[in-house]
Nanobody, 126 residues
Framework: QVHLVESGGGLVQAGGSLRLSCAASGRTFSSYALGWFRQAPGKEREFVAAINRSGGRTYYADSVKGRFTISRDNAKNTVYLQMNSLKPEDTAVYYC???????????????????WGQGTQVTVSS
């Protein structure tokens, strides 16, 4: 069981940056693959970025590739999403998610994750 709490959202102008954090409870954080998703009003939740247990493998949605960076600090039980060159279309509630895995995998589908945070709002003004 893991409890996830996101922070770091807010209002930023287009072209700006934000860093989201997601702190996890529990002593087995390094057993979880992690991901970031987002959901804009009236839209389905969509994949943003994923990272495997060790942090050595990452994967990004095409819409954020080259602008966003996912990372994790297993000693601090925290996963991060550094977001640069933000655009108005990045406006959404951002969620972190976790799934326990025995392999060196990352996951990109919502139904592959067992645990979700409550979300943090990111608003990018034009």
């Amino acid at each position: 069981q893991v409890h996830l709490v996101e922070s770091g959202g807010g209002l930023v102008q287009a072209g700006g940056s934000l860093r989201l954090s997601c702190a996890a409870s529990g002593r087995t954080f390094s057993s979880y693959a992690l991901g970031w998703f987002r959901q804009a009003p009236g839209k389905e939740r969509e994949f943003v970025a994923a990272i495997n247990r060790s942090g050595g493998r990452t994967y990004y949605a095409d819409s954020v590739k080259g602008r966003f960076t996912i990372s994790r600090d297993n000693a601090k039980n925290t996963v991060y999403l550094q977001m640069n060159s933000l655009k108005p279309e990045d406006t959404a509630v951002y969620y972190c998610a976790a799934t326990i895995t025995g392999g060196n995998y990352y996951y990109i589908r919502t139904n592959e994750y067992n645990y979700w945070g409550q979300g943090t709002q990111v608003t990018v003004s034009s």
